[in-house]
């Protein structure tokens, strides 16, 4: 017994974003067993940052009443531009990183081996592995949250490119000349359809006198509007929040399109908070935008659906790059 | 020497488009020996097609001195949605070709073995094989003519996709709302910047009064009108054609933009005829603006360059498809 209790078994995910820190335990049959989630706090630096995802981890662990020895390994998804082979983080502009060796100074505090990928990555490997049944050769995931972000796998494997950074969809133009995004050019995807894109239209809307209900929910300054509350002014029969919602799918139908003309995958699959939250307002505008938009004989038997992994995508494909990497 | 010059040592390389058949005759090598040209005639059907391609291969053959003993395969490059494994043309609207066996029936014709891709795969093959010296793992290329295609090289071999429709990267929608495409949609790539919509848009603004030397050159219908006809107005001081292939060159830059943000290639190639006739003119504004577009940290070491093959990408893909498969 106490033999088989100390066999290294377990896998740790865990999904580095600006604002939270999200720790899963799971079996190496990906069923998790329970989870952590701690602030990030990235004003304290990369140090203080790195310290507290150990300690997620270490809470994650103990949570399950399991020791870093029955642990196999750790995989973390960070938001920027990864060098997943030397585990260091390049660029993290949601972080203030910038060449942290994330990989080497989290191996050092937890003595477990740790493995990065660029967080759409990750979630990408998550739902590849545990949402998809039949394995498709190729798969792009598109991640509507505070920004846009997407991965690609291809020929079975996670696609990265030259730089590796491929799977950058949220800042492919789709509107030239259109809003301003934060990446200082005008018309990406991010820029007409991600979370923050949808709440600036809508206070910007609201300070010029539009009427809606969010500001019944949650005041005249709309503070602290999440996607949650998107859906909650729809179904109360918000017209105006229908309709900002409805532009937001439509643009992310082209992109779909977009992405089925250039990569012809079997799968799409859409997720992040927006769609978690906005799955049954937005899905069936996205197909039948990208099958207006998608050239003639390309759309046959490919698949588009939403993810239902929601706030696990992360945490699921962090666990799934552990296990990859420690076979 | 009877029997050296009987062994099957060369390549037959064909570009079949909706006007014109272009043959040519290769050295395993690739360097070209001879060519044939012969309008397309579409009109008298697909049968009658292929009886002149076999026609326009013979001419090329003869025109070297050679005899089909000693041609070792046929590669063709047809427009539009290919199954290349079987060889069939699924889908041309530029030859009004639907379910084609164009293997089949032109081995039964020529009695040589015959392999089928789409063109602009073909094109990116033959520039992959012949262009690039050090074969990079991914490379793009893109085709400006009388509308936009593309190809994809992925981990060094070409990629297609569920469909076999990838790299159809001329209705990657680049400004929604924007002029209308020949595929039905607004704001592709190809409607803002193919010889097609750059032609459409001189003879309207003509109409409208706009004065150009290009009326000087053509007559006032611009009946005729070539892309290398644009080269001369710009460099006869045409402020307007200036303008014009200007932005052309801004959209083709925020597709190459878009193209490495999703893909990240290592190489971008630009071919057909609008670039063939104004490389000068545009590759410096594709280059600038591509580099406004792409996000930070995506663009180290990306080359992006014009192909220098001109017209016979399309019969140097067939030679090189036609080594490849006779291997």
Redesign the interface.
């Known amino acids: 017994m106490a033999e088989s209790s100390e066999k290294k078994e377990y896998l740790v995910g865990v999904d580095l974003g600006g604002t939270k820190i999200l720790s899963g335990v799971f079996k190496s049959s990906l069923a998790c067993l329970g989870r952590s989630k701690m602030s990030t706090k990235p004003q304290r630096g990369a140090k203080g940052v790195i310290e507290r995802i150990a300690h997620c981890v270490e809470d994650a662990v103990d949570e399950c009443d399991l020791t870093f020895k029955q642990v196999r390994g750790v995989g973390i998804g960070a938001p920027g ?1 990864v060098d997943s082979d030397s585990g260091k983080v ?2 993290a502009p949601n972080l203030g990183w910038e060449d942290v060796d994330l990989k080497k100074d989290l191996e050092d505090k937890i003595g477990l081996p740790v493995f990065v990928e660029n967080d759409c990555n990750i979630c990408t490997l998550g739902i590849y592995e545990t949402e998809l049944e039949t394995k ?3 798969m792009v995931g598109i991640f509507l949250g505070t920004g846009i972000g ?1 991965g ?1 796998i ?2 079975g494997k996670l ?11 949220g ?8 809003p301003k995004c934060s ?1 200082g ?1 005008r ?1 990406c995807f991010e820029a007409v359809a991600s979370r923050g894109a949808i709440f600036r239209k809508i206070q910007n809307d609201v300070k010029a006198g539009q009427k809606t209900v969010l500001t019944e929910m949650l005041g005249p300054g709309l503070d602290d509007m999440r996607s949650g509350d998107l859906r909650k002014a729809i179904r109360q029969g918000d017209k105006y929040v229908e309709k900002v919602i409805e532009d937001a799918a439509e ?1 992310t139908g ?1 992109a779909v ?3 089925i ?6 799968v799409v699959v859409l997720g992040g908070g927006i769609i978690t939250a906005l799955e049954d307002e937005m899905m069936a505008i996205i197909l039948e935008t990208a099958k ?11 698949e588009v659906m939403a993810s239902k992994l929601g706030d696990d995508a992360g945490i699921v494909g962090g666990a799934v790059l552990a296990r990859m990497r420690t076979k």
């Open positions: 531009a390049i660029f498709p050769r190729q997407g690609l291809l020929d696609y990265c490119g030259f730089n590796r950074t491929a799977g950058e969809v800042h492919m133009v789709i509107e030239v000349g259109g990446c050019n018309g643009y082209i399109a977009n992405l003309n250039i990569i012809n995958p079997q207006d938009y998608v050239m003639a004989g390309t759309f046959k038997g490919i």
